[in-house]
C-alpha cells in the first residue's frame, strides 16, 4: 500500500524546537520506508551548532541504535572532523532521508543499503528544513549526492563542485528565518569505504572538510 501523503508536511510541527521534531518524527508517514525500518533516526547535536552536516540516509547500525552515523562511515567521519578542526560535539549531524532503506538478498541474509529515490528524498525534505530552521547554522555542510540535491536541487553535481561554498537557497526556509550563510557539498565518508583507492578518497574528502573548517572561521 503506498504512503497517504506525498511527503512529511503534514507532521511537521510548527515551530517545535527540536525535541518537539524529533517526537513527531516518529509518527511520520510521508513515505513508505517507515514500514520497514526499525525506528527513524533523526538529527543529534546542539540547538546551537554552528555547522550542520547532512547525510544522505541511515545505515544499518543507525537504524538499529536510533543516531546518525555511528556505523563504519561515522568512524570515517569522526576521523575527518577531528583532523580537520570540526568539532563534533558542537555541530549538529543529521540526515537528508530520516528512515533506512535497504534490499534483503533472502532469509537470514544481511540487509544492504539501498540509496533513497526521489519520491522518498522529497518526500523527507520538510524534516531537514525544519531541523535547518531551528538550528540556524552558519554552515552546512552536504555528504553525497542525495544530501546536496536534496538542498540545492536534482542538477547539482557533487563530482564538479565539490569543497566550492554555495549559497544556500533564498527563502528556503521561510520568509522569517535566516537561511544559513554558506554551504559546502562533499563525498558520503561511506564512498571512501568503497573506493578502490581509500588513502587518495579519503585525502579528497579531507580536503572537503579543511575547506569547510576555514569557511567556517571566516563567516
Not at 543529521?94 to 540509496?115: D, E, S
Request: positive net charge; aromatic residues 6%; hydrophobic residues 40%.
Amino acid at each position: 500500500m503506498p504512503a497517504e501523503h506525498t511527503d512529511a508536511t503534514p507532521f511537521v510541527p510548527a515551530r517545535a524546537g527540536l525535541p518537539g521534531l524529533r517526537r513527531a518524527a516518529t509518527a511520520c508517514r510521508g513515505c513508505d520506508l517507515y514500514r520497514d525500518a526499525t525506528q527513524v533516526v533523526f538529527g543529534r547535536g546542539p540547538a546551537t551548532a554552528e555547522v550542520v552536516l547532512v547525510g544522505e540516509q541511515p545505515g544499518d547500525r543507525e537504524d538499529i541504535e536510533g543516531t546518525p552515523f555511528v556505523g563504519p562511515a561515522g568512524r570515517v567521519l569522526d576521523r575527518g572532523l577531528r583532523e580537520a578542526g570540526i568539532d563534533r560535539d558542537r555541530a549538529y549531524l543529521t540526515n537528508a532521508v530520516k528512515h533506512f532503506g535497504f534490499t534483503r538478498g533472502g532469509t537470514g541474509k544481511p540487509r544492504l543499503h539501498r540509496q533513497p529515490n526521489r519520491t522518498e528524498r522529497v518526500a523527507c525534505r520538510p524534516w531537514l528544513l525544519a531541523e535547518l530552521a531551528v538550528v540556524r547554522p552558519r554552515l552546512v555542510v552536504a555528504l553525497g549526492a542525495v544530501a546536496a540535491k536534496s538542498l540545492l536541487g536534482d542538477s547539482f553535481r557533487v563530482t564538479r563542485h565539490r569543497g566550492e561554498p554555495q549559497r544556500f537557497p533564498a527563502g528556503e526556509l521561510g520568509p522569517r528565518r535566516s537561511a544559513p550563510d554558506h554551504l559546502i557539498a562533499t563525498v558520503h565518508p561511506s564512498a571512501v569505504l568503497r573506493a578502490r583507492d581509500r588513502e587518495d578518497a579519503y585525502a579528497g574528502f579531507l580536503a572537503d572538510l579543511t575547506a569547510a573548517a576555514d569557511l567556517l572561521r571566516r563567516v
